[in-house]
């Protein structure tokens, strides 16, 4: 019903900067909560960003002040901009959505991962 595709991922070196973008296509209403999150091997999922749909925002303390998390709410599409890349970062990034189709659907998605692989 509703299709998150993710772009922009690739090997960037240490201090390098890295924009992944989301848009999300189907069945959609209007999206309220739109975030970023990633899964290095061996590690859970974390949060990295989030933004509602009026642009407020919310990053976890490892990005602060990196990165930055906007989206075009025309195109249903969020962008993570990455500055300042670190190893550590590395992961695969995966973009969620939730999404309102009308009625009663109101429903999380996600997308299928871009990978994001920083040299030191």
């Known amino acids: 019903q509703v299709q998150l595709v993710e772009s922009g991922g690739g090997l960037v070196q240490a201090g390098g900067s890295l924009r992944v973008s989301c848009a999300a296509s189907g069945s959609i209403f209007s999206i309220n909560l739109m975030g970023w999150y990633r899964q290095a091997p061996g590690k859970q999922r974390e949060l990295v960003a989030l933004?509602?749909?009026?642009?407020?925002?919310n990053y976890a303390d490892s990005v602060k002040g990196r990165f930055t998390i906007s989206r075009d709410n025309a195109k249903n599409t969020v962008y993570l901009q990455m500055n300042s890349l670190k190893p550590e970062d590395t992961a695969v990034y995966y973009c969620?959505?939730?999404?309102?189709?009308?009625?009663?659907?109101?429903?999380?998605?996600w997308g299928q991962g871009t990978q994001v692989t920083v040299s030191s």
């Open positions: 969620n959505a939730n999404v309102y189709g009308g009625g009663t659907s109101f429903n999380d998605y």
């Open positions: 933004i509602t749909s009026g642009g407020s925002t």
